[in-house]
Protein backbone atom coordinates (compact mmCIF):
# COMPACT_ATOMS: atom_id res chain seq x y z
CA UNK A 1 0.00 0.00 0.00
CA UNK A 2 1.23 3.36 -0.99
CA UNK A 3 0.66 5.72 1.55
CA UNK A 4 -0.04 9.80 0.61
CA UNK A 5 -0.32 12.81 2.13
CA UNK A 6 -2.29 15.19 0.70
CA UNK A 7 -1.95 19.07 1.91
CA UNK A 8 -5.02 20.64 2.94
CA UNK A 9 -5.39 24.26 1.50
CA UNK A 10 -7.70 26.83 3.23
CA UNK A 11 -8.73 30.04 2.91
CA UNK A 12 -11.39 32.69 2.90
CA UNK A 13 -10.28 34.90 0.04
CA UNK A 14 -9.11 34.11 -3.47
CA UNK A 15 -5.86 35.99 -2.60
CA UNK A 16 -5.42 33.99 0.56
CA UNK A 17 -5.62 31.17 -1.71
CA UNK A 18 -3.57 31.64 -4.27
CA UNK A 19 -0.61 32.60 -1.16
CA UNK A 20 -1.30 29.64 0.69
CA UNK A 21 -1.10 27.49 -2.30
CA UNK A 22 1.73 28.54 -4.11
CA UNK A 23 3.61 28.19 -0.42
CA UNK A 24 3.18 24.27 -0.67
CA UNK A 25 2.82 23.50 -4.66
CA UNK A 26 6.44 21.92 -4.93
CA UNK A 27 5.98 19.67 -2.33
CA UNK A 28 3.09 17.68 -4.03
CA UNK A 29 0.34 17.33 -7.00
CA UNK A 30 -3.10 16.60 -5.10
CA UNK A 31 -4.64 19.09 -2.73
CA UNK A 32 -7.30 19.41 -0.12
CA UNK A 33 -9.42 22.39 -0.93
CA UNK A 34 -11.61 23.01 2.20
CA UNK A 35 -14.80 24.63 1.37
CA UNK A 36 -16.69 26.25 4.79
CA UNK A 37 -20.20 27.75 4.48
CA UNK A 38 -19.89 29.28 7.77
CA UNK A 39 -22.70 27.42 9.36
CA UNK A 40 -20.72 24.20 10.85
CA UNK A 41 -17.54 26.18 11.12
CA UNK A 42 -17.12 30.31 11.84
CA UNK A 43 -15.08 31.15 8.09
CA UNK A 44 -16.74 31.00 4.52
CA UNK A 45 -15.08 30.36 1.85
CA UNK A 46 -18.31 29.85 -0.67
CA UNK A 47 -17.68 33.53 -1.96
CA UNK A 48 -14.83 32.96 -4.60
CA UNK A 49 -14.23 30.65 -7.09
CA UNK A 50 -11.17 28.73 -6.01
CA UNK A 51 -9.05 29.69 -9.40
CA UNK A 52 -6.02 27.49 -9.10
CA UNK A 53 -3.78 25.82 -11.91
CA UNK A 54 -4.79 23.18 -13.54
CA UNK A 55 -2.58 20.40 -15.21
CA UNK A 56 0.33 18.55 -13.11
CA UNK A 57 -2.03 19.52 -9.93
CA UNK A 58 -5.26 17.70 -8.82
CA UNK A 59 -7.98 18.80 -5.98
CA UNK A 60 -10.51 16.76 -3.87
CA UNK A 61 -12.99 19.02 -1.56
CA UNK A 62 -14.01 18.84 1.59
CA UNK A 63 -17.21 19.81 2.74
CA UNK A 64 -17.11 21.65 6.02
Not at 14 to 34: G, M, P, W, Y
Request: hydrophobic share 45%; proline share 5%; charged share 25%.
Amino acid sequence: MIKVIVPSVIAETQAELETVFSRVKDIADLFQLDVMDSKFVPSSSLDFNFTLPRGKYRYEAQLM
